[in-house]
């Protein structure tokens, strides 16, 4: 079977540093993504992880690891419009994107 | 350039009627999805082309439900007889290729009562 596994919700005071953590099981993998999604609006792509390491773009950094079926989204000087839905997805075997439920993040002054 | 653009933005109907929605991918983008969420859940897969033709249609979750894409490019999805479960967000994606990032329109929020 397939499955993507991150936390319901998560906390975390401006300014700060987060991290969002997803693991997944699936039937072959050609890359992972994270995608920001503002209530009753579209995700918006964030980034992409086909490689293991780290990929930072700004204030937003990913990590993939492949072997552990893991990967992380880390957020700095968190801003109050961060407050959002974070979904993780992976392109399994097929031509398709299995997402995870979303992590979604509350910003407190 | 434009983004995906999805048509109607909201779409309240009765149980057993039908409906359609639309999606206008990014100029030049080959492949088309759809997906459905529903509150607190991630995107679902239903559907993806590539080109004219349905490459995957494994998430359409019953015969009610049918998506086409005659010239490449506009694509509707069309479902029959709709009942209260089917009250969802429905996104539309587009990317170049296939195999790449996927670009999301705005959603059309269907409520069957």
């Known amino acids: 079977g397939q499955n993507i596994d991150q936390p319901t919700e998560m906390t975390a005071t401006e300014g700060a540093i987060v991290q969002i953590n997803c693991t997944y099981q699936?039937?072959?993998?050609?890359?992972l993504f994270w995608y920001q999604q503002h209530a009753g609006e579209a995700p918006t792509f964030l980034s992409y992880?086909?490689?293991?390491g780290l990929e930072e773009k700004g204030r937003f950094s990913s990590f993939l690891s492949r072997s552990k079926g893991y990967s992380y989204l880390l957020l700095k000087e968190l801003q109050m419009k961060d407050s959002a839905s974070y979904l993780c997805?992976?392109?399994?075997?097929?031509?398709?994107?299995?997402f995870g439920t979303g992590t979604l993040l509350a910003v407190q002054p | 350039g434009a983004g995906v653009s999805q048509t109607p933005s909201n779409k309240v109907t009765e149980k057993g009627k039908y409906v359609e929605l639309r999606c206008d991918p990014i100029s030049g983008h080959t492949a088309l999805y759809w997906y459905r969420q529903s509150l607190g859940q991630g995107p679902e897969f239903l559907i993806y082309?590539?080109?004219?033709?349905?490459?995957?249609d494994s998430g359409l979750p019953n015969d009610r439900f049918f998506a086409v894409r005659p010239e490449g490019s506009v694509s509707t999805l069309k479902i029959q007889r709709t009942e209260r479960g089917d009250s969802a967000v429905y996104l539309c994606a587009s990317s170049l290729r296939g195999v790449d990032t996927q670009y999301f329109g705005p959603g059309t929020r269907l409520t069957v009562l």
């Open positions: 699936t039937s072959g993998f050609n890359g």
């Open positions: 992880n086909v490689l293991d």
């Open positions: 997805a992976v392109w399994g075997a097929t031509n398709k994107l299995i």
């Open positions: 082309f590539q080109g004219t033709g349905a490459a995957d």
